[in-house]
């Protein structure tokens, strides 16, 4: 039976994708508000950093899946990851000629950008030991692609069959437009990306997205007012009506203004309704604090679910 080590685990989005498929794993996670999420939900969970493991850490786990931060390379965060990416692709290529390179990253910027290497070195260390990880899943902003496609070519090196892409999560079902950068490889089956169930959103176009009425319990319609990407400039807060999938979930989803049509303020989202627009459970317990951050930094299950899929041939 296929088991799954997750690195950079964060509250449960790629392990109850897992669940959804039925692969059972275990999240190494350092953020104590997350891991008392995971734990509620009943995910197996390491409280822990994950450069301090390995994989003879976890012998039992044949596939290795991840979804590294992101903050220094979205958009929206410090721009230093994008900044450095050289620095991050001259440092990849060390790695695969067997180079330890974990005191050179400490030169960056900011640590959480090598943060995104981490699934390589395990990765190595696993071929290393003649344990390879039949299955790698790794999933992040799509600035990270290059990376992903760099990396691509190293586990090709290793045997590895790898598909690489950024794909839409409204397109597996998800009630949020949300892009992300997917590497998919293995040892065993032709690695292929998930093939999408539904049109990608275009607004006053054709849509078959899910949307923000079918998953929320709402007794009115209502237009959700975004603070995303406008760098607080008012005039450029852009509107979704529910009918329509929700913007990108952030840490700020909770900034977002709910108005009823004629204008009236409505409750903002909860938290439970905040997970339902990443695909959790309504029931999904959130712990501890920081939740909506949480939910912001989740991989949407919905989405980790389609990609597992397609990643063991499910």
Not at 117 to 145: C, D, K, S
Not at 221 to 243: E, H, L, M
Not at 282 to 301: E, F, L, M, R, T
Request: charged share 20%; net charge neutral.
């Amino acid at each position: 039976m296929t088991k799954m080590v997750g690195l950079f685990a964060g509250p449960g989005g790629l392990c109850w994708g897992g669940e959804l498929v039925g692969v059972k794993s275990v999240g190494i996670e350092w953020d104590a508000n997350a891991c008392a999420t995971r734990r509620a939900a009943g995910l197996e969970t390491v409280q822990g950093d994950v450069r301090q493991y390995g994989p003879k850490d976890f012998p039992e786990c044949t596939t290795l899946a991840a979804g590294p931060p992101c903050q220094t390379f979205t958009t929206t965060g410090t721009g230093t990851g994008r900044e450095q990416l050289s620095m991050v692709l001259a440092y990849m290529d060390l790695m695969a000629l067997g180079i330890d390179v974990r005191n050179d990253l400490k030169q960056l910027k900011d640590e959480r950008t090598g943060l995104v290497l981490e699934p390589l070195r395990w990765a190595l260390e696993a071929h290393g030991l003649g344990t390879p990880y039949r299955t790698i899943v790794l999933e992040q902003v799509p600035a990270v692609l290059p990376v992903w496609e760099a990396m691509a070519d190293v586990l090709t090196g290793l045997g590895y069959s790898v598909a690489t892409g950024v794909l839409r999560t409204e397109r597996y079902g998800v009630p949020q437009t949300r892009k992300r950068a997917v590497l998919v490889a293995s040892l065993d089956l032709t690695a292929q990306l998930p093939v999408a169930t539904h049109l990608p959103y275009a607004k006053n176009g054709i849509n078959d997205c899910v949307t923000m009425d079918e998953v929320l319990d709402r007794p009115e319609p209502f237009t959700v007012i975004s603070n995303y990407g406008t760098g607080g400039d008012a005039s450029k807060r852009g509107q979704r009506t529910s009918d329509e999938p929700a913007f990108t979930v952030t840490g700020k989803v909770s900034r977002n203004r709910v108005v009823a049509l004629d204008g009236t303020e409505l409750p903002r989202f909860t938290h439970a309704e905040a997970g339902a627009l990443q695909s959790f459970p309504h029931s999904y317990p959130w712990s501890g604090k920081d939740i909506p951050q949480q939910i912001g930094n989740a991989v949407p299950p919905l989405f980790a679910a389609a990609v597992l899929r397609a990643a063991l041939g499910l």
